[in-house]
């Protein structure tokens, strides 16, 4: 007897990320400095446009936090869980390649958007979070397997809400990069509407085979 065995090694790969982004900004001090975070690669785009620092649209969404201890640890906290949770769902649904597309894809476009609306510094995942979270919702409405799916579109209901909140919240709190959020919220719902929208097959590791003694006839 065969049975699936469901893993997400690509998402616990980006928490790896994060994390090492983590121990850095701790090694360098810059979780308790924003000038040294800043300079460690955050999106700033005076340093990206006019010195061509473009490897910072990219390194600014494994860094976290204000340059305070308590903010630091809240912020890479909230997406780390929030990671965990709609990152593990998207990859189990549509895939290990695709989640981490997704997730660079719109981490860049939400430091772009960052570095072009607000100027920076800007640092965290929260941009390619919402990334994840609006590619979950188009994936699901172009998927012939799960558009009809009770559960799958009580899952785009939820996706929405807490979108429309979280976006709501953004605006009335000067420090968050709403830009950013936008940004990847929008690169998501483009490219989870438009990669092709395959099943993944099982892998070798993601099948177990159950081998039942028999006694003998």
């Known amino acids: 007897m065969t049975r699936r065995k469901k893993g997400t090694p690509g998402t616990s790969a980006l928490v790896g990320l994060i994390l ?12 308790t400095d924003p000038l ?12 990206i446009i006019e010195h061509g620092q473009y490897w910072r649209l990219l390194t600014a969404i494994f860094l976290h936090g204000n340059g305070t201890i308590p903010g630091t640890l809240l912020h890479l906290g909230v ?12 990859e189990m649904m549509f895939g290990t390649r695709r989640i981490v597309l997704i997730f660079f894809a719109t981490g860049i476009a939400a430091s772009i ?42 899952i785009v209901r939820q996706c929405v809400f807490w979108i429309i909140v979280n976006i709501a919240i953004g605006l009335q709190i000067p420090q968050i990069d709403n830009a950013a959020h936008i ?33 003998p006839v």
């Open 79 to 90: 997406n780390l869980m929030s990671l965990i949770n709609i990152g593990r769902l998207y």
């Open 36 to 47: 040294i975070l800043a300079y460690l690669g955050a999106v700033v785009r005076e340093l």
């Open 113 to 154: 958007t960052s570095a072009m609306l607000t100027g920076g510094p800007s640092v965290g995942a929260s941009g390619a979070v919402f990334g994840v979270l609006g590619a979950l919702v188009s994936s699901i409405m172009a998927s012939p397997r799960f558009r009809r799916d009770k559960v799958a579109r009580s």
């Open 20 to 31: 090492i982004g983590f121990a850095i900004q701790v090694w360098t001090g810059a979780w």
């Open 183 to 215: 940004g990847g919220l929008v690169a998501g719902l483009l490219l989870g509407a438009t990669l092709p929208n395959r099943t993944p097959p099982p892998s070798p590791a993601e099948v177990v085979v159950d081998v039942v003694p028999r006694d």
